[in-house]
């Protein structure tokens, strides 16, 4: 914001409003014009981390984008309870991280009419594991849950119908928790993306394989990397 104030240049306003330097108050003075009303992305400006729930409510002027309020960071429970006839779009505060593990436990949704989606819940960073596994009737989505759980909840609730590939991309892993648990149906070549010593599984994934997905994992040996440059897809390689 300082760079854009002391630098005499015009910023691509579409591009600016999604910058998460900018305040409020910039956007007020410098973007927020009624000539402009129809051209900005309002989803952004929505969703934007600068940018209150109490500053959307106390501008209701603006076409804000009820989907992607309901995404905003500074989201709590309470302001969906104080605000019940707001067209909040459920799947998005469902996953919203300001959703904390108290509200998932005494669903606080429901003092307003709504129940929490749990396919979209399961993406949520404080969804208690515990909680999944007492409501193992409900409506998970596994995937998401197994690619963020830690390894210790792995161990705690066995009946917890784990996804092998969400686990294999797992970032909690480690080496020696796959060697542990063998039982379970690794995929080592999402393994070997970002597992910390990834040359332990090089043999059960293919020659080809290798250079297309263990490229991606910053352990890659630079010597290994120049010898076979030729065979690896550099589109992998840019990922890291």
């Known amino acids: 914001e300082d760079h854009i104030n002391n630098n005499l240049f015009v910023p691509d306003i579409n591009g600016l409003c999604y910058n998460q330097s900018i305040s409020f108050d910039f956007y ?13 992305p309002w989803e952004a400006l929505s969703m934007h981390p600068n940018i209150t729930i109490i500053d959307i409510f106390n501008n209701p002027s603006y076409p804000w984008k009820p989907r992607y309020v309901s995404m905003n960071p500074n989201l709590s429970s309470s302001e969906i309870i104080n605000n019940r006839d707001y067209l909040w779009h459920i799947p998005s505060v469902s996953s919203n991280p300001g959703i904390n593990e108290r509200d998932i436990y005494k669903n606080t949704l429901k003092a307003s009419g709504y129940e929490y989606d749990t ?35 792995i161990e705690m609730f066995p009946k917890i119908p784990w996804n092998h590939e969400g686990l294999s991309l797992n970032k909690n892993i480690t080496t020696e928790f796959v060697i542990r648990h063998n039982e379970i149906n690794w995929d080592y070549q999402k393994l070997c993306t970002h597992i910390d010593e990834p040359k332990m599984f090089l043999k059960k994934i293919s020659d ?17 990397l120049i010898k076979n440059i030729h065979r690896i897809d550099t589109k992998s390689f840019s990922l890291i």
């Open 208 to 224: 080809e394989d290798i250079y297309k997905f263990y490229v991606q994992n910053i352990k890659f040996p630079m010597d290994k």
């Open 119 to 153: 396919m979209s819940l399961s993406a949520n960073p404080n969804l208690p594991i515990a909680y999944v596994n007492d409501n193992l009737e409900k409506n998970w989505n596994f995937f998401l849950i197994s690619k963020k759980v830690s390894m210790i909840d």
């Open 28 to 40: 007020l003075k410098n973007i927020i014009k009624p000539s402009q009303i129809t051209t900005i």
